[in-house]
């Protein structure tokens, strides 16, 4: 079965240090990937996709995450955290073909310490 | 371009109720999905319209249910509300030619 897994609910990052949310899918045909962010009380914010090619991809915001085959993993990352990341962040994967379900992990809430 | 807009942003109704949500997607999307968000289960997706037909389906009971105008936006109806159905509501539009979703503000809804 399809299924995403986010591995630490909760992290603690201190301002202006970097930044690593962890993301791994288990997905049989080759995967659609995202990361969004949620805010206290909003939608969701798309960060970043990869649909193919290169394996590391740039987003909003100073993120990047890199597409690892061979580990079916999609980390989130961000060299220098700012007190505005604070939230939830949710990783994705859906299929390839239009209309496809996006499938979510449990999200990570990120807190910033100063 | 505006955003996806979802009406209400809240709202309060009791068990045994039922409840219509509204979402009107980005002007030129066709395609429009709805999640639910619970601390439980976390994002689950309800369903997904393109061009006034449903194209996928979740895995939630017959109580839930959506449609989808010739103008794209969207309603999905809750009958008979349980406790359970409290949740946030996400509607996310998207165009055929980019796959990429994009995400309204939700509707809270709370069972009493």
């Known amino acids: 079965a399809q299924s995403v897994t986010q591995p630490d609910i909760h992290i603690t990052v201190s301002e202006g240090a970097s930044l690593e949310l962890r993301c791994n899918y288990s997905?049989?045909?080759?995967?659609?990937l995202f990361w969004y962010v949620q805010s206290p009380g909003q939608g969701l914010q798309l960060l970043l996709k990869?649909?193919?090619?290169?394996?590391l991809v740039q987003g909003i915001k100073g993120f990047e995450a890199e597409f690892k085959r061979s580990q079916s993993s999609f980390n989130l990352r961000k060299p220098s955290v700012h007190w505005s990341d604070a939230a939830e962040y949710f990783c994705?994967?859906?299929?390839?073909?239009?209309?496809?379900?996006?499938?979510f992990g449990k999200g990570t809430t990120l807190s910033v310490s100063s | 371009k505006a955003g996806v807009t979802q009406t209400p942003r809240y709202l309060i109704k009791t068990r045994g109720q039922q409840v219509t949500l509204s979402c009107s997607p980005i002007?030129?999307?066709?395609?429009v999905s709805w999640y639910q968000q619970t601390p439980g289960q976390g994002l689950q997706f309800l369903f997904e319209?393109?061009?006034?037909?449903?194209?996928n389906k979740g895995n939630f009971p017959g109580r839930f249910s959506g449609r989808q105008f010739s103008n794209s936006r969207s309603e999905m109806n809750v009958s008979t509300l349980e406790l359970g159905d409290s949740a946030l509501y996400l509607c996310?539009?998207?165009?055929?030619?980019?796959?990429?979703?994009?995400f309204g503000p939700g509707t809270r809804l709370t069972v009493l």
């Open positions: 996310a539009s998207s165009s055929q030619a980019n796959w990429e979703q994009f």
């Open positions: 002007s030129g999307h066709r395609s």
């Open positions: 990869y649909f193919s090619g290169d394996t």
């Open positions: 997905y049989g045909a080759t995967p659609y």
């Open positions: 319209y393109f061009s006034e037909t449903q194209r």
């Open positions: 994705a994967v859906a299929g390839n073909q239009a209309g496809t379900a996006l499938i």
